[in-house]
């Protein structure tokens, strides 16, 4: 079957397209045949070196719709998750590392990770679903707890988990404040919805841009960590809650004060367990939510894919059209 | 009356013990013998400015045990907290700024504020239980979900609260993890029961020496903020909680992976609500728990007493006796 292998870590480049072997399915597992997948920058990050326990060769990719034994389906990429909803197990991981992943014609899964495709979305917007989705329905809902009527601060729109959380809010009635560096993407977002939409690199001082527009905030979903997770603190309102799924801009330098005086409640999540996934999923199928999808690439064009992943041009989920 | 009261911001020395009238009660309100009253770092702040909406000339002190329509009681401190469990109203002020306080030999409080002193607690003991014990509570179980069996890190330990949530982790049959630079409050803390306890003035990575004594914590209690913080957050197991109430020590640079990666929550509290504080009264009376005082002065030696929290050579509470 084609793959898009990793042989060795030095970035996008690295990865080929191969002919490799079948995978065969083992005790529990069933062998799917691939659709479409998606691009998280997590497979950017394993290109480059920047992730634990990185084995090579691998096939990449932990996103994909496609076909299990006669039906469409999508995969929950979160293998062994354990049985504590509020944190994953030591032993759990991700597919496409360590294990070989989407970005190929056929991935072998765990049959417990099978869910059927949501009936209104199509090949590829299901692939653009599982990570985004789940981590944004967990940032967003079980740990940030977003009601109706609320307002949320979604930074840096325009990634994939920050669309999904985007589409969720606007979903339930949630009023939704964005940022991004770039006005292309703010004008997306307002297109789906974001009530205000905020240039944070032409508006240095963006936090108190947010607090002219609606006040303080119920609550924040950032990824960016440093100077955005410390602003995002101090737009919150006493009671609020701040969820971080990321720290691409490195370390924070935060105040203390605006966190036990406002009595903040700040949550840190990564991907979600099988019982956010499945809720998730209702979740999407209910609301007839469709991910923001930037580009359809094919799976041979998977370097120029992953380029404008690394070069922040996407607004959105990248997806891969999977030879069949 | 005699009470002690601030004329000027300059620090303790500005506290004067003068004759003023005694306080009439207004409408819901009930004046209060004063038998013993107790110190907070808030009296200290006040003295040097450095809190909001000062008024002068004001008694001090948040906290005192007394006498009210015949009965022993205690008051609780937090007046006007509201409706929300999760904060307090932005109208909500503490006992002794802006309304006088408890340094004196009478004070006016709200009715509802006025609760029976737990029989097992002497006039002294109770005098040290609202401020601090109220903060510990909420910090511990309310915000901290503190369990049997789980292992808690206390950081500076010796500050009233923290004493109590040292206090309170026992009452339970928690372990309890604690710091301090003085060797002198590691001993009497291990006297209450610590099951480690570590200097963090000559063992500069403490963090690690938490980890190579007990593995990760499940909840870390931290009021220094700054470095303290940062490390503190380095320690919770992954699903832990961290819970912060001060940031004496200023701003905390973090690294925010271990907050997403790890799946955190972090909880800023202050005070507590008037629920918190009735669970607090019975939770301290059903497992009999005695507040550590660290020594009772009479209220003509207030500067002193301040003198003493502000040098942090305390251990539990700085209790006043007030003249009858």
Known sequence: MQAARLREIGGPSKLRIEDVPEPEAAEGQTVVRVRAAALNHRDAFITQGLYPNIVLPRILGSDCSGEAGGRDIVVDPTIGWGADERVWSPDATILGMPADGTFAQFVAVPNQNIHAKPDHLSVEEAAALPLGGVTAYRAAFVCGGLQAGETVLITGVGGGVQTFALLYAKAIGAHAVVTSARDGKLERAKALGADVAINYATTPDWHKAV????????????????????????????????????????????????????????????????????????????????????????????????????????????????PQ
Chains 1, 2 share one sequence.
Do not use: C
């Open 211 to 322: 607090r002219a527009a609606v006040g303080a905030v119920d609550l924040a979903i950032d990824s960016a960590g440093g100077d955005s997770f410390a602003k995002a603190l101090t737009v919150v309102k006493p009671g609020g809650r701040v969820v971080t799924y990321g720290g691409t801009t490195g370390d924070a330098t935060i105040k203390m004060f605006p966190i036990f005086w406002n009595q903040l409640s700040i949550f840190g999540t990564s991907m979600g367990s099988p019982g956010d996934f499945a809720a998730m999923l209702d979740f999407v199928s209910k609301h007839r939510i469709k991910p923001a999808i930037d580009r359809v690439y094919e799976l041979a064009e998977i370097e120029s894919a992953m380029q404008r992943m690394d070069d922040a041009l996407q607004f959105g989920k990248i997806v891969l059209r999977i």
